[in-house]
């Protein structure tokens, strides 16, 4: 199943394909949908002047797109020396196992079950790879798992999922939970006010030059839909289901399935907190 539902919102941004900033290249995958936009952006990072890359997400296990990585690579004069995983949806992760043959590099992620090799990563952690410097945000709610990566070297940040480059994104209830993602979107807007990061480099979409603005968007649009939602169920709408019907009556109902996990996790959110 893929997951990133483009829920409608501002189209903000610039459309890149290949250099999004000094250190970061993307590589559309081929699997664009309602719920990938243009496809999953894989990300080739390397500090100009090193041989050494690292690639975020390989996408999905489609191995023309895997070699069309290690092909871009090579034309840039780098070799892949690690692959990481901003979380473990197939769309980004499902070819990580026949990347890493590809490559020979171990694959990290939070969930141990992705990895690939001895080491883990976790919060905190910040990795060196040809000088490039990686520094690992843990942003928990679209799923558990998910994992923002900054560059300050860039002044970005690579985000999966957690913010897209179009639209909203959805939080994948039970495994995703809303009262994370909003710590999430807290924890990304402290980065861009007090690190100075301008550029959002997202799972799928265009890259985002404001980097501010779009995290405020995103806290925005998720007060006014949990408003919405707790209205639908002051006025009577009681299973999710009905609540997706009333509250995203304006949205395409081929994002009504991921509207619905997004509304179960608002719903949890409420209850947990006596709201509903
Ligand atoms: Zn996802």
New binding site residues.
Partial sequence: MS??AALPGQPRGLVVSGPATARAVNVLAPNPSAMTLDGTNTWLLSEPGSDLAVVVDPGPLDEGHLRHVVETAEKLGKRIALTLLT?G?P??AEGAGLFAELTGTAVRALDPALRLGDEGLGAGDVLEVGGLEVRVVPTPG??SDSLSFHLPADRAVLT??TILGRGTTMV?HPDGRLGDYLDSLRRLRSLTVDDGVHTVLP?HGPVLEDAQGAVEFYLAHRANRLAQVETAVESGHRTAAEVVAHVYADVDRSLWPAAELSVRAQLEYLRERGLV
């Fill in positions: 997951d990133a979380h949806h769309d980004h679209h799923t999966g999922d994948a799972g």
